[in-house]
């Protein structure tokens, strides 16, 4: 699941997986839950169009509840990877840590998953129609932020912000 812990503008995403009683929680950004949503949400369309997987014959169960606690974060998300496991029926979904290299602005080596120098790694494996309430709650959490500017598209602070549209000037 994705969720949030503060207040719009100050919030810090999250990734959380669970199976049985383990729970594994990875810090992401904003941009990243969106773009992961997105990304699974044109998946799964591409794979009911082939006829890979069904769209359910009633809408999703919605998940709303919170994420569970306490929220021990393994790390923060650099690179996603999203697939499709044919074999197994199954979307696969990687958050790999941000590096040293990738935080100076250089590029990573390449390392084999199965490295134990490597980057911490957070791989989950979950049905088509857990991946499809992932999507909506990912795409709630997204959109339960600050609005957008409607100028810019920037979100807006309670205050407003200083629009590069505006000759930066205040929009409130």
């Not at 009633?58 to 606690?69: F, I, N, Q, V, Y």
């Not at 074999?87 to 590029?107: F, M, W, Y």
């Not at 499809?132 to 407003?160: E, I, K, S, T, Y």
Request: with cysteine.
């Amino acid at each position: 699941m994705a969720g949030t812990i503060g207040e719009p503008g100050q919030r810090t995403f999250f990734l959380q997986a669970r199976e049985g009683g383990r729970v594994v929680t990875v810090v992401l950004e904003k941009t990243q839950v969106a773009v992961l949503a997105e990304r699974l949400g044109s998946l799964l369309f591409e794979l009911d169009r082939r006829g890979i997987t069904k769209p359910p014959e009633r809408e999703s169960p919605t998940d709303a509840g919170p994420l569970d606690e306490p929220l021990d974060e393994a790390f923060r998300a650099g690179a996603l990877t999203l697939g499709w496991d044919g074999s197994n029926e199954q979307v696969l979904i990687e958050a790999r840590a941000v590096t040293d290299e990738e935080a100076a602005g250089e590029e990573p080596p390449e390392v084999d998953d199965d490295d134990e120098d490597g980057p911490d790694l957070f791989r989950v494996r979950i049905s088509a129609d857990a991946a499809r309430v992932f999507v909506d709650r990912a795409l709630r959490v997204v959109g339960a932020g600050r609005p957008p500017c409607p100028l810019c598209g920037a979100p807006l602070d309670p205050q407003g912000h200083i629009c590069p549209r505006r000759n930066g000037h205040y929009v409130h």
